[in-house]
């Protein structure tokens, strides 16, 4: 099975910066997709932004900008003019693309303080 | 747009008893999936479904049961509440297919089993 790290358990940034939050993944696969999601205190699972591994250009939302290194396995997102809606605990997911289900695997997740 | 939603928000139970964790989704996806938040453990996958009629083991199946007799419709039972069951659970759906499509995820349910 996949695995999916994110080595930061808890990650704190001031308002208006930027803050980087990693995540590494194994796999055996060529084709898949990764995903950040962001989970706030209210509970609600949301999409911030995914990124397909046959691309070479980095997805970005926004604010919301990943560095995909397909060799090294590693898909850390980068939150820039951080902003006090931004705290919430970040997932890293994986799927794979030829996997017929709906698999994802992920991380155990980064909690993410915004400072005023 | 309702989305995927999911019954009840909280509840408590006591050892040993039985219950049923409602889930429904009014977008047509064919795949529908149950996962358990702990924390430090991230998202789990409990059972899976890729349509009606058909369903599969994920990654702790072990206690729970599904049925998918709709589209719609994925609900998760409990045989026998064991604390150990203490989590949130998660029901997710997805379009069919292995398109690069995100999960939809419900709102969740806060089970506490004393």
């Known amino acids: 099975a996949q695995t999916v790290t994110q080595s930061q358990p808890e990650m704190s940034v001031q308002e208006a910066e930027t803050v980087t939050l990693s995540c590494t993944y194994d796999?055996?696969?060529?084709?898949?997709?990764l995903f950040w999601y962001k989970q706030p205190p209210s509970r609600q699972m949301i999409l911030v932004i995914r990124?397909?591994?046959?691309?070479?250009q980095n997805a970005t939302e926004n604010r919301f900008s990943v560095n995909f290194q397909k060799a090294a396995k590693s898909f850390s997102l980068k939150i820039s003019d951080s902003q006090l809606g931004d705290a919430a605990m970040y997932f890293c997911?994986?799927?794979?693309?030829?996997?017929?289900?709906?698999?994802?695997?992920f991380g155990t997740g980064t909690s993410l303080t915004v400072i005023p | 747009n309702a989305g995927v939603t999911q019954t009840p928000k909280f509840q408590v139970l006591k050892t040993g008893q039985s219950m049923t964790l409602q889930c429904a989704q009014d977008m047509n996806h064919e795949y529908m999936s149950w996962y358990r938040q702990d924390p430090g453990m991230g998202l789990r996958l409990i059972h899976y479904?890729?349509?009606?009629?058909?369903?599969d083991q994920g990654e702790v199946p072990n206690g729970y049961n599904v049925s998918r007799s709709t589209t719609e419709d994925f609900p998760l039972r409990l045989l026998s509440a064991a604390p150990s069951q203490t989590s949130v659970y998660f029901c997710?759906?997805?379009?069919?297919?292995?398109?690069?499509?995100?999960?939809?995820f419900g709102q969740g349910t806060r089970l506490t089993v004393v």
């Open positions: 796999t055996s696969e060529s084709d898949y997709y």
């Open positions: 997911a994986y799927r794979s693309a030829w996997n017929t289900g709906n698999q994802f695997y």
């Open positions: 479904s890729v349509g009606a009629g058909i369903t």
């Open positions: 997710a759906s997805r379009p069919g297919g292995v398109g690069g499509t995100e999960a939809f």
């Open positions: 990124q397909e591994a046959y691309k070479q």
